[in-house]
Structures are given as structure tokens and as C-alpha cells.
């Protein structure tokens, strides 16, 4: 028989692929899902009309400010970047196993 270097004639997925190394692990799936809710609710605080921002914390220009849900958006943005990040890092661990 021919070697065929662990794949199937078809050329399908080698054996133990990416399903067979994340199966019952759904830290990955967690980790990114986390990421992309948390970007996407920052961002919808940084869209809010002006009735909604909340408390003004600095005023930079007559034009310009900075309320508590500008705040609130960028920290909710930036733990968004820091789970995806994350859980790209952990993908890339998982791949090299």
C-alpha cells in the first residue's frame, strides 16, 4: 500500500485534525465569542447620542468631550482586542501540538 503521510487517498483532513484537537474544549470558542461581544458592545457605546453618554468627565473643546460611556466604550473595546488576542495565541498553541 502506498504511504500516503497520515491522510486518507482523498487528501481529506489528517488524521487528528482540528476537530479531533478541540473537541470538549470550548475555552477557544468562549475566549473569541467573549472578544467579539465585548468589541461590539464598546462600540455601541461609543454611538450613543448625547442624551445617553452620561456624567461629562472632561470637557476638551466647546465641540468636544469625554462622558463616562466614552470611558465605558474603550475599556469594553480594549478587553474585546485583549480576549481575541488571547484566544488566537491559544489557537496557535493548540495547532502546534
Sequence with gaps: MADH????????????????????????VGLSTAGVCFIILGLIAFALPAA???ELLLLLTPHHALHVMD?????AVGLGVVLTWLAGRL?????RR
Design 5 to 28: 503521510g497520515g491522510r486518507s487517498a482523498a487528501g481529506s483532513t489528517p488524521r487528528g485534525g482540528v476537530r479531533a484537537r478541540l473537541q470538549g474544549d470550548w475555552t477557544l
Design 52 to 54: 445617553y453618554e452620561g
Design 91 to 95: 489557537w496557535q498553541r493548540q495547532m
Design 71 to 75: 470611558v465605558a466604550g474603550s475599556f
